[in-house]
C-alpha cells in the first residue's frame, strides 16, 4: 500500500529510472530496495552483537569485583601477619596518668651547667707516642 496522500501506481507502469535513479545519486531502484530489505537483519545482527558483548561485560565486571574481595582479603591477612611479627617494643603510658607517673627523659634539667673532671693542678710526665704503621680493622 502507497504511503498516505500518495496514489499507487498504474497497472504494467515502468520507471524510467529503474535502473539508474537521479535522486537515488545513480543507483538502481532494485538495489537500493534490496538493500533496505536486508537492513533489517543486519540490524538484528548488531543488536544481537551489543547483547552479547553487554553479557561478557558483566561477567568481566563481576570478575573485577571477585578479585577485587580477594586482594582486600589478602592485604588485609598481610597487614595481621606483619601486625603478629613485629609489635611494638615499647609501652605506652596510659593517656590518663597522672603527670607524677609518666616517664621523665634521662639526663640533667635543661639549663643545668654540665660536668667535667677537673684538670690536673701538675703534669708528672709526658710521652710521646708514634702513630700506628697499618690501620686496625674494623
Request: some cysteine; glycine content about 4%; charged content about 25%.
Given at each position: ?15 524510467p ?11 538502481s ?56 611479627q ?53
Amino acid at each position: 500500500m502507497p504511503p498516505r496522500g500518495l496514489q499507487p501506481a498504474p497497472a504494467n507502469y515502468q520507471c524510467p529510472y529503474q535502473h539508474c535513479c537521479p535522486h537515488l545519486q545513480g543507483l538502481s531502484t532494485e538495489f537500493v530496495f534490496a538493500e533496505y530489505q536486508n537492513s533489517h537483519e543486519e540490524h538484528l545482527d548488531h543488536w544481537k552483537a551489543r547483547d552479547e558483548l553487554h553479557e561478557l561485560l558483566e561477567q568481566m565486571r563481576g570478575y573485577t569485583q571477585e578479585l577485587e574481595a580477594q586482594n582486600a582479603e589478602l592485604k588485609s591477612q598481610l597487614t595481621a601477619l606483619h601486625r603478629r611479627q613485629f609489635q611494638a617494643n615499647r609501652k605506652q603510658p596510659p593517656a590518663t596518668a597522672p603527670e607524677s607517673q609518666r616517664v621523665r627523659k634521662r639526663g640533667a634539667p635543661k639549663g643545668h651547667p654540665g660536668w667535667q673532671r677537673p684538670k690536673p693542678a701538675h703534669i708528672d710526665q709526658t710521652r710521646v707516642v708514634a702513630p700506628p704503621e697499618v690501620l686496625p680493622a674494623l
